[in-house]
């Protein structure tokens, strides 16, 4: 564990803002993780300089962030969880006060998979929200892996009324890449869209608008909502949807 933006102050157990890249506290029991997070400064007593470092509170894959002076002992709550094989970092509460910043703490020593359920609920959250402003018709969080690299992308796939976009949404993905050339794929343009057996992964054959066949594979950060992508996708292409023989035989 380690504490970023503040520093033991010299002689003393007290810690102090100073913009400091971290200090190291070794691994804590929640009761130590508790008290170390009392101590940490509230407030920033200066304003912050590009120089500085925001205070930050880091248990491992929890972090918990300390907002500038203007909105005292508010904190924004951020997790990284490893999903399908791939690290995400996403944000969990972007305004929470205190009390909800130590049960974030407790919560996270005490359930084994707390940043995964964290995750999804998010998604849901966010979901719920999206489909009522009508942003989308279906949204597949996952991994785009680049027809013409081998970069993979962490992203969200949306099937609108158009056909499938890749966008970031509303801050869920803090550390994202998104590449400016991420093709957008018209709904005439969709050949076939084929799911594994497991229902974890599909590949898209597609025709871009200059004529040229392509493909793309998808894996889904939430492997348990596959066959539900499925049932979607095969109601909005009837005919092009199908399940692959082996992994995509």
């Known amino acids: 564990m380690h504490v970023v933006g503040v520093s033991k102050k010299k002689f003393s157990k007290e810690l102090v803002f100073d913009g400091s890249k971290g200090t190291k506290f070794g691994k804590l029991k929640l009761e130590e993780a508790l008290e170390l997070f009392e101590k940490i400064p509230k407030t920033y007593p200066r304003p912050l300089s590009e120089e500085d470092n925001p205070i930050v509170f880091d248990i491992g894959a929890l972090k918990i962030i300390v907002r500038p002076v203007d909105e005292p002992r508010k904190y924004r709550i951020t997790g990284m969880a490893v999903l399908s094989g791939t690290l995400i970092g996403f944000t969990i509460l972007e305004r ?22 964290a995750y999804r609920a998010k998604e849901k959250y966010l979901e719920t929200k999206e489909v009522a402003e009508g942003k989308y018709i279906l949204k597949i969080p996952g991994v785009f892996k ?25 801050g869920m993905y803090y550390s994202m890449e998104m590449p400016e050339d991420l093709p957008y794929f018209t709904r005439e343009g969709i ?30 950060l939430l492997p348990e909502e596959g066959m539900g992508y499925y049932q979607v996708l095969s109601s909005e292409f009837p005919g092009k949807v199908k399940v692959g023989g082996g992994w995509f035989g």
């Open 146 to 170: 680049r027809y013409d690299t081998d970069k993979r992308v962490v992203s969200v796939l949306y099937l609108t009324s158009k056909g499938f976009h890749f966008y970031a949404h509303d």
């Open 191 to 220: 050949q076939r869209i084929k799911f594994n057996k497991k229902y974890t992964e599909m590949e898209v054959t597609y025709v871009d608008p200059k004529g040229k066949k392509g493909t793309f594979n998808f894996d889904f």
């Open 96 to 117: 929470a006060t205190y009390e909800e910043a130590i049960e974030m703490i407790k919560r996270f020593y005490q359930e084994e998979d707390f940043l995964k359920n």
